[in-house]
Structures are given as C-alpha cells and as structure tokens.
C-alpha cells in the first residue's frame, strides 16, 4: 500500500505561480508511475498530469499543457506540479495518484492509491 500526502496549495492571484509536492511511502516508489488530478464540487475528478516511472515520459491534459509541469524525484520518493500562469478556473482540489503500471495513464482506474487533496484557489 501506498500512502501519499499532498503538500503546496493556496491561495494565489491570477498569473501566478504555486508548486504542489506529494511525498509518497509504502511502496517502491520508483516502480510506478504517477499523477496528477482535480476535482471541482459536483464534478467528476479529471486528469491533469502524468509522469512515467523514471520520470522520461509525461502527458498532460489540453487544458494545463504548456503551464504546468510534472517531474518527480524518486531519491525523495516526491512528485511535483509546477502550475505556472494560473486562472481562475484552475481553483479545485488537486490530488496526487499512484498508479498499477510503470508508463503513465490518463485513466482513473489504472490508479491504485490517492492522496486526500490540496486546495488550489485562483480568485477572479
């Protein structure tokens, strides 16, 4: 099992920039892959990042790409988002995820544990 912590959300004004940590422990963290989702209330919770097991692939949603950036660190067991150029709809709760495979996914279920969230607020 795989316990993940999220750390780094605020509030901060448009255009600025915050950078999420997730600090993982349980499990080989160098064997998975990893991710980043979001969540708005009364929303289905979407993709945002993904980033292969050595941190040599990644993909992310239409909607960040070319603002944030995932990487990780595998000697830290940690995972990162730098969110760059932030709007006012980036503001939800953001979640960290550890998946079943070593290449990323975009897909929920292929992510076997969740962090609990970090609130990301971008007031318009």
């Known amino acids: 099992q795989v316990q993940l912590v999220e750390s780094g959300g605020g509030l901060v004004q448009a255009g600025e920039s915050l950078r999420l940590s997730c600090a993982a422990s349980?499990?080989?963290?160098?064997?998975?892959?990893m991710g980043w989702f979001r969540q708005a209330p009364g929303k289905e919770r979407e993709f945002v990042a993904t980033?292969?097991?050595?941190?040599?692939?990644?993909y992310y949603a239409d909607s960040v790409k070319g603002r944030f950036t995932i990487t990780r660190d595998n000697a830290k067991n940690t995972v990162y988002l730098q969110m760059n150029s932030l709007k006012p709809e980036d503001t939800v709760v953001y979640y960290c995820?550890?998946?079943?495979?070593?290449?990323?996914?975009?897909?929920?279920?292929?992510?076997?544990?969740w962090g609990k969230g970090t609130q990301v607020t971008v007031p318009s």
């Open positions: 995820a550890a998946a079943n495979q070593a290449w990323g996914t975009t897909r929920r279920n292929e992510y076997r544990n």
């Open positions: 349980g499990r080989t963290f160098s064997n998975y892959a």
């Open positions: 980033i292969s097991w050595s941190g040599g692939s990644t």
